[in-house]
């Protein structure tokens, strides 16, 4: 047949629906195909219908449809479908040819079928495509790595299509070879869910600390929505807050409190271990999901273990809530730097290069942690893109500085009032560590030579010369291999 789209989409679940809408609507011919070939009917004569949208009911009549060199956009389910879609595609592609993995995939599985695809002289690109439905279709923010031959030939799709920020620039760039755009979306999803976490612990010091009324909630995120920490998390925080149901009854109010997951957090809090970066904020915000859905022992527990009694704030309410502003900016800041951290580590390990002036751009429009925020952090590395810790830069030390105070009257509150803040008190935790000249490790290694003959650096001699004690008087000169991150 006639090669009539300029690329192609296999996956019409809702993200691929709303992608090959957002694509047609750009001037792009989009071809679609799914195993089901019934929701390719129910596309092409729905959502569909009278754009220039060619629906596939074979894959060999996909491919045929497409432009050279030819592009396959897969939006299929993460895991063994992709897998499976590479095998069924590369015998009817050809070399030069583009496979894209637009799912939310592991790094490492990106990675695999890059080098995978290339040998088969095809090139790759897995691509974290944020912003959920709506952000498919209005315009996503898109992180794209892989095959860099493959960038040029996607670029003008890509980048059409993605989120613009103020001044017109796209929320889309080149990322970096191999896993480099699934890592930089998988770290993204990380951050999100230590957003998420610490507004939600700032909703329970509000209603069970605070007293605070549903409606004064709303209001108070409203107002927070107009300065630092403007952003879309805190936006729909605020209308989820007035939400209410047909019978008059605030929607929140009856939804149970065990949250779900889909993994890319954990992927995060695993990449730290492996990496050795100090990735405390986001770990704690996964483990508070793990904690939520032990719904019923949580119950049972309720009754049995003591804690402080109940008890309601007494002071100047207008100042406390200023203060956990300033909290919740300081521990947003916190796990922006964790994410950083372990975007750096990771680029030294890989060799990806990776332009963290570039990303914080990418995520401020279209994404789900879009913010405001994110135009210092473009700003930050702009002004030194060998920054080492996002705190250390001026406006951000400054900012940190300013809430000090503020954050930890919050956090003592929280805590003698019994409210649990696992992300909260972990952002300070790794503040006062990462600013502490002398940490108590010099302990922890004496304890791990004593018995475990793991050796030790001194202070006095140069790094890199390690030593044992003999702490017993009987033991012998036999050290023991150690991991050092």
């Keep these: 047949m006639k090669q009539i789209s300029d690329i192609g989409l296999i996956g019409l679940a809702v993200m691929g629906e709303n992608l090959v809408l957002n694509m047609e609507s750009k001037g792009f011919h989009v071809s679609v195909f799914n195993r089901t070939t019934q929701k390719v009917e129910n596309f092409i004569n729905g959502n569909g219908k009278g754009k220039n949208i060619y629906g596939a009911m074979t894959l060999e009549d996909f491919i045929a449809s497409l432009k050279r060199p030819r592009k396959v956009f897969l939006m299929v389910r993460a895991g063994q479908a992709v897998d499976d879609f590479i095998e069924m595609l590369i015998p009817l592609l050809e070399p030069g040819d583009v496979i894209i993995d637009g799912g939310n995939t592991h790094f490492p599985d990106t990675m695999r079928r890059t080098a995978y ?5 095809l090139l790759y690109i897995g691509t974290g495509v944020s912003g959920g439905e709506e952000g498919a279709l209005k315009g996503p923010s898109m992180m794209p790595g892989g ?3 493959a960038w040029p030939i996607v670029k003008p799709i890509f980048q059409s299509i993605c989120a613009k920020v103020d001044d017109g620039s796209p929320c889309c760039d080149w990322v970096g070879e191999g896993g480099a755009g699934h890592f930089v979306k998988m770290v993204h999803n990380g951050i999100e869910y230590g957003d998420i976490q610490l507004i939600c612990e700032c909703y ?4 069970d600390y605070l007293g605070m009324t549903n409606q004064e909630m ?5 107002e927070w929505n107009r300065g630092d920490l403007d952003s879309y998390l805190i936006e729909i925080t605020r209308d989820i807050l007035a939400k209410k149901d047909d019978e ?5 109010d009856y939804i149970l409190d065990t949250a779900g997951q889909k993994g890319t957090g954990k992927w995060t809090a695993v990449a ?15 483990f508070a999901r793990c904690l939520s859905a032990k719904k019923e022992e949580r119950v049972v527990a309720s009754s049995i273990l003591e804690g402080p009694k109940a008890s309601k704030f007494q002071g100047d309410r207008k100042q406390f809530l200023e203060d956990m502003s300033k909290a919740l900016f300081a521990a947003k800041v916190i796990s922006y730097a964790q994410g950083y951290d372990l975007m750096r580590s990771a680029s030294e390990e890989y060799g990806w290069n990776l332009n963290y002036g570039g990303i914080a751009l990418m995520w401020r429009g279209g994404c789900i942690i879009r913010s405001v925020f994110l135009g210092k952090i473009k700003d930050a590395f702009d002004k030194n893109p060998q920054l080492d810790n996002l705190m250390l830069d001026s406006y951000f030390k400054e900012k940190l500085a300013d809430a000090q105070q503020g954050w930890r009257n919050v956090i003592t509150h929280a805590v003698m009032s019994g409210i649990p803040i696992p992300t909260l008190s972990a952002g300070l935790e790794y503040y006062d560590g990462y600013r502490c000249k002398r940490l108590p490790a010099n302990l922890l290694q004496a304890q791990r030579d004593y018995f475990g003959a793991h050796t030790y650096e001194r202070i006095d001699k140069p790094r890199g ?3 044992h004690t003999n702490w017993t008087g009987y033991g012998g000169d036999t050290v023991a291999g150690t991991y050092i991150v």
């Design 117 to 121: 695809v290339e040998s088969k002289g």
């Design 147 to 149: 095959s860099p031959a």
């Design 204 to 207: 329970h010091i509000m209603k």
């Design 218 to 222: 709303h209001e108070t995120f409203a």
């Design 248 to 252: 008059g009854r605030y929607v929140l």
């Design 272 to 286: 730290a271990l492996d990496q050795g970066v100090p990735l405390t904020l986001i770990a704690e915000s996964v």
């Design 465 to 467: 010369e390690f030593f």
